[in-house]
């Protein structure tokens, strides 16, 4: 069944594969209706997909999924719910268009399960990962820019900042320049090439992860614009969920979680306090219910059984029956890379 790691788990080999992470909490958070439709937009091995559908009986889903292979492997569990189950190659940020297109809208629940696929990571010609040796690729569509494109065609600047913005690296810079440096002499084409290159710069402690750990998450939510998708699928979900329907978000990772809870915050009417310099101001009128206080975390006993957990967070929120909003100006920020600033002549 279907697994996300955490950012540095590409590091570690634990011997467990594709296990729903807080399967439990993903389902009491729904709260699953007999005949309800729901939708969840990263249907990965369908670990959730199979569990939603035998907990509430008659049930229909409709899975998405932008890597092809996911699809593809999802034909057996489709014919096994007996039309119960649709399969569409999408990006979830498309959700919205993809309820319409199949007359699932509206919806009574959507879940989202953030990052990458154990099933990717585990494929070397994907690229994912800097445990294999394989091309620098990371789509995870099969379309668009690799990461070796990005590697070898972006300048130094805005390289640096998709290190530092999408990865929280430290030294993106000095990262960015030996890219850079490399380059001129032969382009960057394999995983093991980026990762020894980024060990030679980046210092871990003893036991720690993987030196080139965050620079590949970066290159990997750049390539894919994930954080972007979330953007669009959070906005996307508020349109197409009926009223007292479910939006549970699973993320592995602080960008992404922060743009769920600042979404979930300003969607439920929750904002900071003002004072004498910088007044309240007027809160737009809630179109969600936030049904738990802060995230939700996996239990000690299953992160025993599956180490890839740790870093897992849900959060979950109960759709009003209020008019749905505009896109949050401030959210579509957090999804964007900054254009590098000029520098300054001393």
């Given at each position: 069944?279907?697994?996300?790691?955490?950012p540095?788990?590409?590091?570690?080999d634990t011997g467990?594969?594709?296990?729903?992470?807080?399967l439990?909490?993903?389902l009491?958070?729904?709260?699953?209706?007999?005949?309800?439709?729901?939708l969840?937009?990263?249907?990965?091995?369908?670990g959730?997909?199979?569990a939603?559908l035998?907990?509430?009986p008659?049930?229909?889903?409709?899975?998405?999924?932008?890597?092809?292979?996911?699809?593809?492997?999802g034909?057996?569990?489709v014919?096994?719910?007996?039309?119960?189950l649709?399969?569409?190659?999408?990006?979830?940020?498309?959700?919205?268009?993809?309820?319409?297109?199949?007359?699932?809208a509206?919806?009574?629940g959507?879940?989202?399960d953030?990052?990458?696929?154990?099933?990717?990571?585990?494929?070397?010609?994907r690229?994912?990962?800097?445990r294999?040796?394989?091309?620098?690729d990371m789509?995870?569509?099969?379309?668009?820019?690799?990461?070796?494109?990005?590697?070898?065609?972006?300048?130094?600047?805005?390289?640096?900042?998709?290190?530092?913005?999408?990865?929280?690296?430290?030294?993106?810079?000095?990262?960015?320049?030996?890219?850079v440096?490399?380059?001129?002499?032969e382009?960057?084409?394999?995983?093991k090439?980026?990762a020894?290159?980024v060990?030679?710069?980046?210092?871990t402690?003893?036991?720690?992860a993987?030196p080139?750990?965050?620079?590949f998450?970066?290159?990997?939510?750049?390539?894919?614009?994930?954080?972007?998708?979330?953007?669009?699928?959070?906005?996307a979900?508020?349109?197409?969920?009926?009223?007292?329907?479910?939006?549970?978000?699973?993320?592995?990772h602080?960008?992404?979680?922060r743009i769920?809870?600042?979404f979930?915050?300003?969607r439920?009417?929750?904002?900071?306090?003002?004072?004498?310099?910088?007044?309240?101001?007027?809160i737009?009128?809630?179109t969600?219910?936030?049904?738990s206080?802060?995230?939700?975390?996996?239990?000690?006993?299953?992160?025993?059984l599956?180490?890839r957990?740790?870093?897992?967070?849900?959060?979950?929120?109960?759709?009003?029956?209020?008019?749905?909003?505009?896109?949050?100006?401030?959210?579509?920020?957090l999804?964007?890379?900054?254009?590098?600033?000029?520098?300054r002549?001393?």
């Amino acid at each position: 069944m279907r697994g996300r790691r955490r950012p540095d788990d590409v590091a570690v080999d634990t011997g467990a594969r594709h296990v729903p992470v807080l399967l439990a909490e993903v389902l009491q958070a729904l709260a699953l209706q007999p005949g309800g439709r729901y939708l969840d937009g990263t249907f990965g091995a369908g670990g959730y997909a199979r569990a939603l559908l035998e907990a509430a009986p008659g049930a229909t889903l409709l899975g998405l999924d932008r890597d092809p292979t996911a699809i593809a492997g999802g034909a057996d569990l489709v014919a096994e719910m007996a039309g119960r189950l649709t399969l569409s190659q999408a990006r979830f940020g498309e959700l919205a268009e993809e309820a319409q297109r199949f007359q699932m809208a509206p919806l009574d629940g959507v879940v989202l399960d953030i990052g990458v696929s154990s099933m990717q990571i585990d494929q070397a010609e994907r690229g994912f990962s800097f445990r294999f040796d394989g091309p620098l690729d990371m789509r995870m569509g099969r379309e668009g820019q690799s990461a070796a494109d990005i590697l070898n065609e972006t300048e130094e600047g805005l390289l640096a900042n998709i290190f530092y913005h999408y990865g929280e690296e430290r030294r993106s810079r000095a990262v960015a320049r030996a890219v850079v440096e490399a380059r001129r002499k032969e382009p960057l084409t394999t995983t093991k090439q980026l990762a020894d290159l980024v060990a030679g710069i980046v210092w871990t402690e003893p036991g720690g992860a993987h030196p080139a750990t965050r620079v590949f998450q970066a290159l990997r939510i750049a390539v894919n614009d994930e954080l972007g998708e979330l953007v669009k699928a959070l906005h996307a979900a508020e349109a197409v969920l009926k009223p007292g329907g479910r939006l549970v978000v699973v993320t592995f990772h602080s960008l992404e979680d922060r743009i769920v809870k600042q979404f979930m915050a300003a969607r439920s009417g929750r904002s900071p306090a003002g004072s004498r310099h910088a007044p309240v101001v007027a809160i737009a009128e809630p179109t969600f219910r936030l049904v738990s206080k802060g995230a939700v975390a996996p239990t000690d006993a299953e992160m025993r059984l599956n180490p890839r957990a740790r870093s897992a967070k849900l959060r979950a929120a109960e759709r009003l029956t209020t008019v749905a909003r505009a896109a949050e100006p401030d959210l579509v920020a957090l999804a964007e890379v900054p254009d590098p600033q000029p520098r300054r002549r001393p």
